[in-house]
């Protein structure tokens, strides 16, 4: 990237909890300018303490915008919306009449079907995108550097998006080190139901039935054995409960379709472990160990990768 045009551009970011705050501070480390805009003056405050920003502005719903404030998000070349789900449609709302029309706009939202369709008709030079990215933490306390190095960035724009939006957004995507896919969006939410969204249910669910054991003495003892394997398995339905529940209500659809799947299955092996059916159990235990291999074998190279 030539640093000397970059040190130009100002960035803005709305949202500035996990995602929005790691990326400020790997942008700013990139040379951009970054503008942190969220609703609350502590969140903000706390996002120029840590470096993720170099000025903000509180804009709530009720917020004015002054003269400053225009001029302020007038002078940004795109925006990255980092708010959760339901507020990225309400904050491009928002913005809207404080953005100049060729400012290009992009959310980082988990979910894209329901986002794009409201975002792209709202703003010509929307694209949607979603990096592939995360701890189980939330806030701006939890922002970190380099979080998107070596992560999968998803870009998924329509047939309008124009070129300059996608390959803007490709651009610095690829300078914070992640590696750029593109799809539809209906075939990245289709996609994550199964590597993100039902994980999440999987292991909240496995947290949940490990909490009804009813024996002190050996809820206690798992508890002290507990190590690795539960700590992974485990990982994703201890994370942030607010996100988890916005990917079941914005894909609803695709995470049913593989929540009823993974039942099926569940079921199967319930039926042949009652069973003893152990050469049956012997079989599907190797066949997952050879799929587990192969699927993550080929990840980030079997979709569009450009
Ligand atoms: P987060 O840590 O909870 O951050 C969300 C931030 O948005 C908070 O700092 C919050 O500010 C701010 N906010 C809430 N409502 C707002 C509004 N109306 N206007 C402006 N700011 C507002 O969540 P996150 O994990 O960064 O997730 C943000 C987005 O990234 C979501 O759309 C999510 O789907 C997506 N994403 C998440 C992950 C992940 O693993 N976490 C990965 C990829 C993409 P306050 O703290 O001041 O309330």
Redesign the pocket.
């Known amino acids: 990237m030539n640093s000397s045009t970059e040190q130009m551009k100002t960035v803005g970011i709305?949202?500035?909890?996990?995602?929005?705050?790691s990326l400020g501070l790997d942008l700013r480390s990139h040379n951009f300018n970054v503008l942190g805009?969220?609703?609350?003056q502590?969140?903000c405050e706390k996002a120029k303490q840590i470096g993720a920003v170099d000025e903000y502005i509180v804009?709530?719903?009720n917020s004015e915008v002054d003269e400053v404030k225009t001029k302020l998000l007038q002078g940004v070349e795109i925006v990255f919306i980092?708010?959760?789900?339901d507020?990225?449609t309400?904050?491009l709302k928002r913005l809207i009449p404080y953005l100049l029309p060729k400012t290009i706009v992009t959310?980082?939202?988990?979910?894209k079907t329901p986002i794009v369709q409201a975002c792209s008709q709202l703003w010509d030079y929307f694209i949607g995108g979603?990096?592939?990215?995360?701890?189980a933490?939330?806030?701006?306390e939890?922002a970190q550097n380099d979080l998107f190095v070596g992560a999968a960035y998803v870009l998924t724009p329509t047939e309008t998006t124009p070129l300059v939006a996608r390959e803007r957004v490709e651009e610095i995507a690829r300078s914070l080190g992640s590696i750029i896919y593109t799809c539809m969006p209906e075939e990245h939410d289709r996609a994550v139901a199964w590597i993100s969204h039902l994980p999440v249910m999987v292991s909240a669910a496995l947290i949940d039935a490990c909490m009804s054991e009813t024996d002190p003495k050996v809820f206690n003892l798992a508890r002290q054995l507990a190590s690795s394997g539960f700590r992974d398995t485990s990982r994703v339905g201890g994370?942030?409960p607010?996100?988890g529940l916005?990917?079941a209500q914005y894909n609803q659809e695709n995470l049913l379709r593989s929540l009823f799947s993974y039942r099926a299955r569940l079921d199967r092996l319930i039926d042949t472990i009652k069973r003893e059916n152990w050469d049956n159990l012997e079989s599907i235990l190797e066949l997952t160990q050879r799929s587990r291999s192969e699927f993550l074998s080929s990840s980030h190279c079997s979709i569009i990768n450009s």
Do not use: F, W, Y
Request: proline share 6%; hydrophobic share 35%; aromatic share 0%.
């Open positions: 709305v949202g500035l909890g996990l995602i929005g705050g805009i969220s609703h609350r502590e969140t804009l709530s719903e980092c708010t959760p789900i507020k990225i309400p904050t959310d980082v939202g988990s979910v979603h990096p592939m990215a995360g701890t933490r939330q806030g701006i939890a994370g942030n607010e996100l916005m990917m």
